[in-house]
Nanobody
Framework: QVQLVESGGGLVQPGESLRLSCAASGFTFSNYFMSWYRQVPGKEREFVATIGGTGRITDYADSVKGRFTISRDNVKNTLYLQMRNLKPDDTAVYYC?????????WGQGTQVTVSS
């Protein structure tokens, strides 16, 4: 059974940092590209960052470039998103996604709220 379980969300103030985790199981984690997406009510789910199977290829949305870092641990089967200098516009539910060819899986998301 494929599972993606996000954790690490919470309430932080602008300028603070937060680290999200996504624990994967039920598939060969290292064979999949992994991504983070986020969504706010009334908006489309938007791409945040992606990382290749080895962790050496990464890509980021312009809105988070220079502030967020995506990484993975293929021994622990865990995806991470280190978020720095958080802004109120970063408030969203953050989802992890696994993809390989035509196969893709989604987690259920974790809430991040950035507010004074």
């Amino acid at each position: 059974q494929v599972q993606l379980v996000e954790s690490g969300g919470g309430l932080v103030q602008p300028g603070e940092s937060l680290r999200l985790s996504c624990a994967a199981s039920g598939f060969t984690f290292s064979n999949y590209f992994m991504s983070w997406y986020r969504q706010v009510p009334g908006k489309e789910r938007e791409f945040v960052a992606t990382i290749g199977g080895t962790g050496r290829i990464t890509d980021y949305a312009d809105s988070v470039k220079g502030r967020f870092t995506i990484s993975r641990d293929n021994v622990k089967n865990t995806l991470y998103l280190q978020m720095r200098n958080l802004k109120p516009d970063d408030t969203a539910v953050y989802y992890c996604k696994a993809i390989r060819g035509t196969n893709s899986y989604w987690g259920q998301g974790t809430q991040v709220t950035v507010s004074s």
